[in-house]
């Protein structure tokens, strides 16, 4: 007996991709087709449509400080490298080796002189050329080894905002800081924190990975619904994660005496913009600083910009920024989210706290420790939201209805003149106007 195993080919011909033109029927002003986190065609044409032409956050290049620095990661599905060349550029690579396919670089960051594959040895430099072939000889003289499609082939777009690297694997499209418009500020933000504006992307990394889709992670981030029901056992004092805690006797008072969100939440402004982001302002229970080490850095601050600047840095007015489609940047946490989608069902986050040079030592040992807290494996926040994006992906395979309901308070969605929308408190705008560039990537492609 004989067993055919029908190829690649005959399986996408038996199955037929999904199509552009068939994306606008999925998207509605007010709800979603449950599809768009189920169907593995639709992912896939995400990974060309929207993965494959976007400006995606890569890293910051306090990563690769020295020639020869390198960070592996994943564009998408695809496996890159973030690398600063001798000469200082920094470049990013497809990590395949030109030869055979294989992935040169397999560990997580490091310095190399210059890139070795495992398989046949081919070896290239750190700005991808291919510069060295064993047994060099066995090649004909009409295969041209200097040809760029054989080495560590770079990504075609490849550009930084103030450290922060972005690239495309789009030959074409809108310059950085275009795509980028008005949440620039966010970065700039960040940085101004710096009383020598500068930060450091150098103090590790939080993985972790969950079974659902990627649009589940960055629907959430701006999301000021949830937080009164699915962190109700961080905050409440008869909830399971409350009760792990030692000397917090309050909790944070982010509900109503009715057990529904503080009306204080109500008064958060909301901003959606073109491309996708979003951002929110600040959480209500983000309190005053002061003591010491605080007053030391305040005073660290006004000597380098003085009081009234000073002023209006630390009363930074937003909580979270999204840069469609891969990164969030807080503001109160000081950390960057990267989400990375594995698969339709399947996906990927890293987060990385984002440290301040010039400031007290203990204000950057506060930074990590909060992140322990909250994003670590047994944290008390997370692991809320990742129980929730699995129950998602597990009750939307049931056949009780066709459409996800993201109307709450659609009918007070605001365009502005700028082509950005806003909105106040809990209102789902964020997700309508990530929708809104879905719809035109998967239907157009680059924006």
Avoid at 112 to 136: E, I, K
Avoid at 341 to 353: L, W
Avoid at 356 to 372: A, M, S, T
């Amino acid at each position: 007996m004989s067993i055919c195993i029908p190829t690649a080919q005959a399986q996408a011909q038996a199955q037929p991709q999904f199509q552009p033109a068939d994306v606008a029927g999925l998207v509605r002003q007010d709800r979603v087709h449950r599809s768009i986190y189920q169907d593995p065609a639709i992912f896939a044409l995400e990974q060309r449509q929207l993965f494959g032409k976007a400006w995606l956050y890569i890293g910051h290049e306090s990563q690769i400080p020295n020639p020869g620095d390198f960070v592996t990661l994943k564009l998408g599905t695809q496996p890159v490298v973030l690398v600063r060349h001798k000469d200082g550029g920094v470049h990013v690579l497809y990590n395949r080796c030109g030869h055979r396919g294989a992935v040169v670089c397999n560990e997580p960051k490091g310095n190399a002189a210059s890139f070795h594959c495992c398989y046949h040895g081919w070896t290239f430099a750190t700005d991808g050329a291919l510069v060295g072939v064993p047994q060099r000889k066995g090649y004909a003289a009409d295969i041209d080894l200097r040809d760029p499609s054989l080495g560590m082939v770079r990504l075609p777009r490849v550009a930084s905002y103030r450290g922060f690297v972005f690239a495309s694997r789009a030959a074409e499209g809108p310059e950085l800081e275009t795509f980028l418009g008005p949440v620039r500020k966010s970065i700039d933000d960040i940085i101004a924190l710096s009383p020598d504006e500068e930060i450091a992307v150098v103090g590790g990394v939080h993985k972790y990975e969950f079974r659902g889709n990627w649009k589940h992670q960055i629907e959430n981030l701006n999301d000021m619904y949830h937080p009164f029901f699915s962190h109700a056992s961080t905050v409440e004092k008869d909830g399971r994660q409350f009760q792990r805690r030692s000397g917090d006797t309050e909790g944070a008072q982010i509900g109503g005496q009715s057990g529904g969100p503080n009306a204080v939440f109500e008064t958060i402004p909301l901003r959606g913009f073109p491309f996708g982001h979003s951002l929110c302002g600040n959480m209500p229970f983000n309190g005053e600083r002061g003591g010491p080490v605080f007053e030391e850095y305040r005073r660290r601050l006004a000597a380098r910009h003085g009081e009234e600047r000073t002023r209006e840095i630390l009363a930074v007015d937003w909580h979270n920024t999204i840069v469609y489609p891969n990164l969030c940047l807080q503001s109160a946490a000081q950390h960057i989210r990267v989400i990375n989608p594995v698969a339709v069902d399947r996906t990927e986050v890293y987060v990385y706290p984002i440290l301040l040079k010039g400031v007290p030592d203990p204000i950057n040992h506060d930074v990590i420790r909060y992140l322990n807290v909250t994003h670590a494996a047994a944290s008390l926040i997370q692991t809320d939201d990742l129980e929730a994006f699995e129950r998602i992906q597990s009750g939307i395979e049931t056949d009780g209805a066709d459409w996800l309901v993201l109307a709450r308070g659609a009918d007070k969605d605001v365009e502005e003149a700028d082509g950005s929308w806003s909105g106040i408190g809990t209102s789902e705008l964020p997700m309508r106007n990530q929708y809104r560039a879905w719809t035109r990537y998967l239907s157009e492609g680059a924006l």
